[in-house]
């Protein structure tokens, strides 16, 4: 029997109703698709073309394997039931992953494809499971964990979690399951399991590297790469819930100047335009926001707007966008995916024809006042129950391609903001997946709690989405909800938290503070609140010289900040490092949870536990570190216990690196 072909540079295998084909797919990489009772479909949910690379393949009745570069995939039929079974080896022939076996007697299936009605199949890939390995990466999950194995997780989107499907793993690959579909995937002690709730056939693809930095790259260079950071994405940027007139924003910009703190970006949060979907401002709370703009450019600052993808029935949009076929649409039922403020239903980012209509009145209304820079909030989207099997998209079912909404809402202002000539593109997302980073956008946690636990959950999550490709990542300093300004147990968090977002990719303060206070409209209707104030003076005298201090220290940065958004933009390389990043010999830094590298300098060790006033740090062999407050040198490789008390935080300079820094803490 012949099982196995050759076709070009992919191998390829056929039995009993099944096809399966191993490509080559960028450097030391490979891509597998299968499919039941039907060809391999063309085309990519996600992964670019990559350029041509020489193969070997090989060929024999019971076994084949492909060669690429420092991958190799052999391919073994099993006699009992004539099952495929594919593992995957490094360039010295040591195993990698490989998938489980038949069993035997028990006839399992490592590509198990379960028809559903209508078409499509639901799908389980099934992985031996190698309990030594450590596996990192999957995007934002809300845990304070940092190596994967034996966690189960939902691979969709939700407010404050973003599942982009590749991880790093410990033995020396990349794994993407290439896959937009909703599922799970269970990283077992014996075997891992990924599934789709709807698919029309298995895609994933695989990486062999020397170290996470090669591995990394080439995944960030089969899916895309960032833009360069703009100038103002490097400094402080000052946000609330919400600044709901523009005397607010002024008046807060003019604060900040008069008192010598440097602003890049102020932002303007949700509930300033008058119904969710007309994509304007209220002329009631902002009579003048072209002026509003341009006096704040005039002070060096950037103006950022909130955008929902919501549409209110009431939107002087709606039955336009109805009647256009432009908005998500509910399988059965009234088609209401949201209420807040109203009857809501989602713009289909998904539709080209959408992302054109709605980018017009975006630029009408904002782009063309000299706003340059949008806060895409709600990008999973928020449904409201998250029934993901109710809704569709133009794309698909959202079961079946659910995940790639974010990515597409960033598209729609990345291409819109290209169109006009703008090459300075950074837009704040709630979400993300495969791919989105190749379209300017800086992901944020979501809506956290202010809360110590919170704190520490964002640093692993900082880590893990630099590990899936997206360099550009951030956080509501001091949480979103449940900080009370006026609370010494909050005003002590935030400190924290503040010191932390000033080693983030962006230093970003935002958050629902607490008293809200109603916002009633001339006509009598009940608007979406504000919080209390959220600027650094508002959170009282102890505290404010040390955020000054902060925003200085992240100014003195900005030339070495600029260099790893640079290095970012060419290789993808994380900003928000985890120590075996940079140290993988090291088996200590693969377990850290609560420390990482700003760049390949700067190891910062946050105080994210309250009342804390010191802490152990680990500092990795394979260099010298001085203490970036005291200029005391330290040998790699040991933990050390260091004072923090609250004006400043452990700081370590590889090898005396950025010595601007001693003394500043």
């Not at 636990?453 to 490709?469: N, P, T, V, Y």
Request: glycine share 10%.
């Amino acid at each position: 029997m012949d099982f196995f072909e050759k076709n070009g540079s992919r191998l390829i295998f056929r039995e009993n109703g099944e096809t399966v084909e191993v490509a080559p797919w960028g450097k030391n990489s490979l891509r597998v698709r299968a499919s039941f009772l039907g060809d391999i479909q063309e085309g990519s949910i996600a992964l670019l073309e990559p350029e041509e690379t020489e193969t070997e393949i090989i060929t024999d009745e019971w076994e084949a394997s492909i060669q690429n570069g420092a991958i190799t995939a052999v391919l073994k039929v099993q006699p009992w039931g004539h099952a495929l079974q594919i593992g995957f080896y490094d360039r010295n022939g040591k195993l990698l992953l490989q998938e489980i076996p038949n069993g035997g007697a028990l006839q399992k299936r490592a590509r198990h494809f379960n028809p559903l009605p209508g078409g499509g199949y639901e799908l389980r890939a099934s992985f031996v499971s190698d309990p030594t390995e450590k596996l990192y990466g999957m995007g934002q999950y809300q845990q304070e964990v940092m190596d994967l194995k034996g966690c189960n997780l939902e691979l969709a989107h939700r407010n404050s979690q973003a599942s982009i499907p590749f991880y790093v793993s410990s033995l020396g690959y990349g794994y993407l399951w290439h896959n937009a579909a909703v599922g799970t995937v269970h990283f077992g002690r014996n075997t891992t399991e990924w599934a789709a709730a709807c698919t029309l056939q298995l895609d994933y693809w695989i990486t062999a590297g020397d170290s996470p930095a090669q591995i990394v790259e080439a995944y960030v260079q089969a899916t895309g790469k960032p833009p360069m950071m703009p100038e103002y994405g490097l400094g402080f940027w000052q946000c609330k819930l919400r600044y709901f007139n523009q005397e607010q924003v002024l008046s807060v910009a003019a604060e900040y100047k008069k008192r010598d703190i440097p602003v890049d970006v102020l932002v303007i949060d949700y509930y300033h335009w008058p119904r969710c979907g007309d994509w304007r401002f209220d002329e009631e709370y902002f009579p003048d926001p072209a002026g509003m703009v341009e006096k704040l450019h005039e002070m060096g600052i950037e103006t950022m707007v909130s955008i929902w993808p919501q549409v209110d029935w009431r939107s002087e949009n709606y039955e336009e966008m109805k009647q256009k076929g432009l908005l998500v649409k509910s399988h059965s039922g009234v088609d209401v995916q949201m209420v807040f403020h109203g009857n809501n239903v989602f713009m289909d980012a998904t539709n080209p024809r959408t992302r054109e209509y709605v980018w017009e009145k975006v630029k009408k209304n904002y782009a063309d006042l000299g706003i340059r820079t949008f806060w895409l909030d709600e990008a999973e989207p928020e449904f409201t129950t998250y029934d993901y099997e109710m809704y569709r998209y133009a794309a698909g079912p959202v079961a079946r391609v659910g995940n790639i909404y974010p990515r597409e809402y960033a598209r729609l202002f990345y291409e819109g903001q290209k169109s006009m000539g703008q090459k300075d593109i950074v837009n704040l997302i709630r979400c993300a997946w495969v791919g989105s980073q190749r379209y300017g956008t800086l992901v944020w946690s979501g809506d956290v709690m202010s809360s110590w636990e919170d704190f520490r959950k964002q640093i692993c999550a900082g880590i893990h989405m630099g590990l899936c490709g997206i360099p550009w990542w951030t956080t509501d300093i001091g949480g979103f909800h449940g900080g009370a300004i006026r609370d010494a147990a909050f005003r002590n968090l935030l400190v924290r938290w503040f010191q932390f977002g000033a080693f983030c990719p962006v230093m970003r303060l935002h958050g629902s503070r607490l008293p809200h206070k109603p916002i009633v409209n001339r006509a009598g209707e009940v608007r979406e609140q504000t919080g209390a104030d959220n600027e650094i003076w508002s959170f009282g005298e102890e505290a404010y010289p040390i955020l000054v201090k902060f925003i200085r220290i992240r100014e003195k940065m900005r030339a070495y900040t600029r260099s790893l958004m640079q290095e970012a933009h060419e290789k993808g390389s994380p900003v928000m490092r985890a120590l075996f990043y940079e140290f993988p010999q090291d088996t200590e830094c693969w377990d850290i949870t609560d420390s990482y590298l700003y760049g390949p300098d700067i190891l910062v060790a946050p105080i994210c536990h309250e009342g804390g006033t010191k802490r152990n740090v680990y500092l990795p062999k394979g260099g010298s570190w001085i203490h970036a407050g005291s200029g005391k040198e330290y040998a790699g490789g040991a933990w050390y216990e260091v004072d923090a008390p609250l004006d400043t935080l452990p700081l370590f300079l590889r090898d005396g690196r950025q010595s601007y820094l001693i003394g500043m803490l």
